[in-house]
C-alpha cells in the first residue's frame, strides 16, 4: 500500500503501473478513484489517511493549544511558525523519523504540530498537489470580533521537501509561484510557504531552519520557514 499512497500523498505521480497488483489492490479498497488523474478517492479518505499518518507525531508534541490564542480571539499562526521552527530545530529529525512515511515525513511532522494546535477550535482543509510536489493547508478559525460579529481568520500554507533528485534545485521560485496561484484562489494577501531540505548536502537543521520574507510576482507577502 505504501508504494501506491506515499508518492500521492509526496505530490509525485506513482510509479506503479495501472495494472501493479499494489495498484489494483488499492483501487478495489476504494482508497485510490478508478480513474484519472491518479488521486486518493474523495476527500474524506485524504484526511483520514494524512491525520492517521501524522498522528504519531501529535503523541510527541505538548504544546497547549489555547495558548495559541490570542486576546482577540485569532489564532497566533507567527507565533505558531515560530515554536514548530523551535520545535523542529530541537526534534525534527527525530520526529521525521518515527513517520511510517519517509517521503512525507517532514510534511506529516507539520500537519501533527498544526493539528495538535488547531483541534478543537477550528478546521484544517488539505489539498495535495499531484504532479505539482506540494501539499497545501488552509487553517479556518472562528473568532468573535469586538463588535460581537462572527467571522473566521484563514491561513494559507504549502509544504514543499527539497530532495538529492529535484533536478531544478531550490524549489523556492516554484513554491512563490505555486502558493501565489493558492492564496488568488482563496482571495488572501498573504501566506506561508514551507520548504523542507532533505538533501543529503543539507546543513545541519539547526543552521538550516531559518525564516525568510518574500513577495510573489503579484506583490502577496510570503513568509518563509526553511527547515
Do not use: C
Amino acid at each position: 500500500m505504501r508504494r501506491v499512497i506515499q508518492p500521492i500523498l509526496a505530490g509525485g505521480l506513482p510509479e506503479n503501473d495501472p495494472q501493479d497488483d499494489d495498484y489494483q489492490y488499492a483501487t478495489d479498497l476504494g482508497l485510490i478513484a478508478p480513474d484519472l488523474p491518479v488521486r486518493i478517492a474523495n476527500p474524506i479518505y485524504r484526511e483520514i489517511i494524512l491525520r492517521v499518518l501524522a498522528s504519531i507525531g501529535e503523541r510527541a508534541i505538548v504544546a497547549e493549544p489555547r495558548s495559541y490564542v490570542a486576546t482577540d480571539g485569532r489564532l497566533d499562526v507567527e507565533r505558531l511558525l515560530r515554536d514548530f521552527a523551535e520545535l523542529w530545530r530541537e526534534n525534527g529529525d527525530i520526529l521525521a523519523g518515527a513517520m511510517p512515511y519517509p517521503e512525507v515525513a517532514p510534511q506529516l511532522v507539520f500537519m501533527a504540530w498544526l493539528h495538535r494546535l488547531v483541534n478543537g477550535g477550528g478546521f484544517i482543509d488539505r489539498e495535495v498537489g499531484i504532479g505539482k510536489k506540494r501539499i497545501d493547508l488552509l487553517v479556518r478559525w472562528p473568532f468573535t470580533e469586538s463588535s460581537g460579529k462572527r467571522a473566521v481568520q484563514r491561513a494559507a500554507f504549502e509544504l514543499k521537501v527539497w530532495r538529492d533528485r529535484d533536478k531544478k534545485g531550490d524549489p523556492l521560485a516554484q513554491g512563490l509561484k505555486q502558493i501565489d496561484e493558492y492564496l488568488a484562489g482563496l482571495g488572501l494577501d498573504e501566506g506561508v510557504l514551507v520548504i523542507f531540505d532533505a538533501r543529503s548536502a543539507a546543513a545541519p537543521i539547526e543552521e538550516r531552519t531559518r525564516f525568510e520574507d518574500h513577495l510573489t510576482t503579484s506583490g502577496r507577502r510570503i513568509t518563509l520557514l526553511r527547515g
